[in-house]
């Protein structure tokens, strides 16, 4: 299996960037690749690996489950292989965003995410009010056979004011501006499975 991306995907969402702040690519990773970083999101449930998400950030940071109510856990390199293939995949994209948009972007921090049936996340900003080096974030999704009455869409809000749901199914990946668009989860009748990132900007941040 190979484990570049193919260049035009890349191109295609430099290019949806550029043009609408957002861009979803359904097949963004192998099936198998996708199936191994599922299977080992459930199995670091399983042992309890994962914990309620925060909001905020720093001294300031609370669990609000009426806010956000996915558990999550952080990735790290050298945890697994398929993480560092997924996060080898990221790294490319990384440097075509660089390349194309001129972002500066350092690094991709990037969670573990798994909404229980009826949890959801309120709109919201992925930038904190003091630290802005949040500047793309990448949601990839890891849910077979979504069915679009399950719920669980990410709804993107538009700056021209529409809406645009993006159904949680396996293989795809949202890119979107982290300070222009506002987006929330909305709960699904099902387990929600995904690994949600950001790419930080270099610099210091607001704080
Ligand atoms: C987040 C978020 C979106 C998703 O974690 O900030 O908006 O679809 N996640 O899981
Ligand atoms: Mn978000």
Redesign the pocket.
Known sequence: MTNTAPLPLLANIVDDLAEHGWSLQPLFASQTLTLELAEECRARAAQGALSPANIGRGSTQTVNEGIRGDRIQWLERGQSAACDRYLALLDELRLALNRGLYLGLEDYESHFALYPPGAF?QK???RFRDDDRRTV?A?FYLNQDWQPGQGGELRLYLADGSTRDVLPEAGSLLVFL?ADMP???LPASRERLSL?GWFRRRGPGLS
């Open positions: 996340y919201h900003l992925d974030s949601v982290s987006h929330e989860v949600t």
